[in-house]
Nanobody
Framework: QVQLVESGGGLVQAGGSLRLSCAAS????????MGWFRQAPGKVREFVAG????????NYADSVKGRFIVSGDTAKREMFLQMNFLKPEDTAVYHC????????????WGQGTQVTVFL
């Protein structure tokens, strides 16, 4: 059974930084990608950043490029999101997700961790 557990969320002042972690267990497939998504109250869930374990290729939403960095530890099957220069509009519940490379749908999701950025 695949399980994703996020951690590292919290309350931070605008301009500050946070580092989110996502620990994955029970993954049986090797060629997969992990991603970060976020959902703010009253808004649809949006993609934030992702990484492919096989190629180490990363991609980002335009809104976070230059501020957020996604990385991973393949041995520990852990993914991180370093968030810098945070803005109030980054406030959301952040979820990590896993999918097989080449598939469109994200197959597994974590419960999420709250990030709140205040002025």
């Amino acid at each position: 059974q695949v399980q994703l557990v996020e951690s590292g969320g919290g309350l931070v002042q605008a301009g500050g930084s946070l580092r989110l972690s996502c620990a994955a267990s029970g993954l049986a497939f090797t060629n997969y990608a992990m991603g970060w998504f976020r959902q703010a109250p009253g808004k649809v869930r949006e993609f934030v950043a992702g990484i492919s374990w096989s190629s180490s290729k990363t991609n980002y939403a335009d809104s976070v490029k230059g501020r957020f960095i996604v990385s991973g530890d393949t041995a520990k099957r852990e993914m991180f999101l370093q968030m810098n220069f945070l803005k109030p509009e980054d406030t959301a519940v952040y979820h990590c997700a896993v999918k097989r490379v080449g598939e469109r749908s994200w197959e597994y999701w974590g419960q999420g961790t709250q990030v709140t950025v205040f002025l």
